[in-house]
């Protein structure tokens, strides 16, 4: 049955456009719901921004989100996980809307990847924040102690791929050094997490570089699987999402300049709006 329509849609917030890729297979998983897409373009990127400086933006988000009828806000970009979420669940949700909830992609990407890797040692490439953050060995270590992990940021993939450059051959160098770094820090890696979501835009070339037999984990299939179980167990959240199957983005930056970009990480086009935070 469908309810007024996008009056509650679900929330996914990123600083950038990488969350879209989350956003898509989430659409796929759960193509009943609204959703409501906020990138911080204006801002971005959040990878080199201090914890402090990251939670107030993130706060500022999920504050938007909120104002605007989510329920429910997924944090679909590594960094803020990993430097804001915790905060923002402990210290201000029980005071600005503790009927709602704001989960991140942290969590369930770590409680997967112990599952998948048989040598238990775990590679995870992201950006100098979340590596620096240690987020992951922190929730991978929660899941099975036993577990090494090694994270290598790569601070050259997000501007290659926003400038239209990550597929092509000048990107074969800063691709092949960061995997080379990584694999040479420790040979016993058998499966890798893209702990950016930009950086499923450049499988082919991971792919080619990567050595053969280890496995790459893309965090959208399991973020979408993780919400769905999520609204499978805890209906007085899913019996609130409106279910148009409508989709709106918005941006704190110029909103044409948003959907060029987001049209190629979703391989259509679409519209987007300008909002202030």
Same mark, same amino acid.
């Given at each position: 049955?469908?309810?007024?329509?996008?009056? &509650?849609? *679900?929330?996914?917030?990123? @600083?950038?456009?990488?969350?879209?890729? *989350?956003?898509?297979?989430?659409?796929?998983?759960? +193509?009943? !719901?609204?959703?409501?897409?906020?990138?911080?373009?204006?801002? &971005?990127?959040?990878?080199?921004?201090?914890?402090?400086?990251?939670? %107030?933006?993130?706060?500022?988000?999920? /504050? !938007?989100?909120?104002? %605007?009828?989510?329920?429910?806000? =997924?944090?679909?970009?590594?960094?803020?996980?990993? /430097?804001?979420?915790?905060?923002?669940?402990?210290?201000?949700?029980?005071?600005?809307? +503790?009927?709602? %909830?704001?989960?991140? =992609? *942290?969590? +369930?990407?770590?409680?997967?990847?112990? #599952?998948?890797? /048989?040598?238990?040692?775990?590679?995870?490439?992201?950006?100098?924040?979340?590596?620096? @953050?240690? @987020?992951?060995?922190?929730?991978?270590?929660?899941?099975?102690?036993?577990?090494?992990?090694?994270?290598?940021?790569?601070?050259?993939?997000?501007?290659?791929?926003?400038?239209?450059?990550?597929?092509?051959?000048?990107?074969?160098?800063?691709?092949?050094?960061?995997?080379?770094?990584?694999?040479? &820090?420790?040979?016993? *890696?058998?499966?890798?997490?893209?702990?950016?979501?930009?950086?499923?835009?450049?499988?082919?070339?991971?792919?080619?570089?990567? +050595?053969?037999? /280890?496995?790459?984990?893309?965090?959208?299939?399991?973020?979408?699987?993780?919400?769905?179980? !999520?609204?499978? %167990?805890? #209906?007085? =959240?899913?019996?609130?999402? @409106?279910?148009? &199957?409508?989709?709106?983005?918005?941006?704190?930056?110029?909103?044409?300049?948003?959907?060029?970009?987001?049209?190629?990480?979703?391989?259509?086009?679409?519209?987007?709006?300008?909002?202030?935070?």
């Amino acid at each position: 049955m469908k309810m007024n329509n996008f009056q &509650a849609p *679900i929330g996914v917030f990123d @600083s950038g456009y990488g969350g879209l890729t *989350i956003l898509q297979k989430i659409k796929e998983r759960l +193509p009943q !719901y609204d959703y409501l897409y906020l990138g911080d373009n204006a801002r &971005a990127p959040y990878g080199t921004r201090s914890f402090d400086v990251i939670y %107030r933006f993130t706060l500022e988000a999920v /504050k !938007y989100l909120f104002a %605007r009828g989510c329920p429910l806000i =997924i944090i679909a970009c590594n960094t803020a996980s990993a /430097k804001a979420l915790r905060s923002i669940q402990q210290n201000d949700l029980p005071d600005i809307a +503790p009927d709602r %909830r704001v989960l991140g =992609i *942290i969590r +369930p990407t770590a409680e997967a990847v112990t #599952q998948l890797s /048989k040598s238990l040692h775990i590679g995870v490439l992201g950006t100098p924040g979340t590596i620096q @953050s240690g @987020s992951y060995d922190i929730e991978i270590s929660k899941q099975n102690p036993q577990c090494v992990t090694v994270g290598h940021g790569c601070p050259m993939w997000v501007p290659l791929i926003e400038n239209g450059e990550g597929l092509r051959p000048g990107a074969d160098y800063f691709i092949k050094q960061e995997i080379d770094a990584l694999t040479e &820090a420790d040979s016993a *890696i058998d499966t890798v997490i893209l702990a950016c979501t930009h950086y499923p835009l450049l499988l082919p070339k991971i792919r080619q570089y990567l +050595p053969y037999g /280890k496995q790459i984990i893309c965090q959208g299939d399991i973020v979408a699987d993780s919400l769905a179980d !999520y609204l499978r %167990r805890h #209906q007085e =959240i899913d019996c609130r999402l @409106s279910r148009g &199957a409508e989709t709106q983005y918005c941006t704190t930056e110029n909103a044409g300049k948003f959907a060029a970009m987001a049209s190629m990480f979703l391989n259509r086009p679409i519209t987007a709006t300008t909002v202030t935070l």
